[in-house]
């Protein structure tokens, strides 16, 4: 991925490190748990055509620091810093497209009044998508020094692939280092979900959203989506036919499709 490097410092001290291409409105990428901004790379040449597009490294990876304790309202943070920073430099707020975990992240920024213009989320998981017994078994494998194990147990169990989709992912962009991310970020942000509240945060959300959501999805996925449907007064819900949670991969033009017509 090409891009001007560059970071912003977020209200903890954490440096968050950035990547911006193109030309054209401010949009912000979020991305989810298992990575970092290079997860991007599906996506990178068909946005940055029509967009200046600034990717965060969210904290504990890539080109950003961390700060502990951990705590999701840190995360937060970190999304307002760097929309903060965006709307300084270009004048107004910019628009935002958060995935997975990251889509967590900028619901919690802009419930409380981060500078973001328009919302896109693909997913955004809570307590349905970490159960018990699975978050302690995947805790266990990360802190036991068995971090591919309970990267495994997450797509499969948790995002619903197949071993043969999983193993696609491991040749897709971005999937490098993930095993170091999976140990230092798994277990925190697993217990960090099981008290999110999704739909409470969308209460305090008064602009357009754009809600994404794979037609073949897991269960949580949709039963959190159609929640946040009904708690944000100005939602549109778009179904992307035949794709999972993992669209960014296996689907980025249907993803530009639905921005373009949102954003554009």
């Known amino acids: 991925m090409q891009g001007h490097r560059h970071t912003v410092t977020s209200i903890d001290g954490t440096r968050i490190g950035l990547l911006t291409a193109g030309t054209g409105p401010a949009l912000l990428l979020v991305h989810g748990g298992m990575g970092r901004l290079e997860r991007w ?6 946005l940055t055509e029509h967009w200046q597009v600034t990717a965060m490294d969210r904290r504990g990876r890539g080109s950003s620091g961390d700060t ?5 309202s840190k995360e937060y943070d970190d999304v307002a810093a760097v929309a903060t920073s965006l709307a300084d430099a270009n004048g107004h707020p910019a628009d935002v497209f958060g995935h997975s975990y990251g889509a967590v992240c900028t619901l919690g920024a802009a419930a409380r009044g981060a500078p973001l213009r328009r919302i896109a989320l693909y997913e955004p998981p809570g307590p349905q998508a ?24 997450f797509l499969t169990e948790i995002i619903g692939l197949t071993m043969a989709q999983v193993s696609e992912l491991r040749n897709a962009p971005g999937a ?3 095993l170091p991310i999976v140990s230092a970020t798994l277990p925190r942000e697993a217990e960090a979900l099981a008290s999110a509240d999704p739909p ?5 959300i008064t602009g357009r959203v754009l809600l994404l959501l794979g037609q073949a999805s897991p269960a949580w996925a949709v039963d959190i989506t159609h929640a946040l449907s009904s708690a944000l007064p100005r939602a549109t819900l778009a179904v992307l036919p035949g794709v999972g949670h993992e669209a960014v991969d296996t689907a980025p033009g249907l993803i530009h499709r639905e921005l373009l017509a949102f954003l554009g």
């Open 176 to 178: 490098q280092d993930v």
């Open 130 to 153: 970490v159960p018990r017994e699975w978050r302690q078994r995947a805790s266990a494998l990360a802190a036991g020094g068995h971090p591919g194990p309970a990267m495994i147990s």
């Open 68 to 72: 502990q304790p951990y705590r999701l």
């Open 41 to 46: 790379e599906p996506l990178w040449g068909l």
């Open 200 to 204: 409470a945060l969308a209460g305090h």
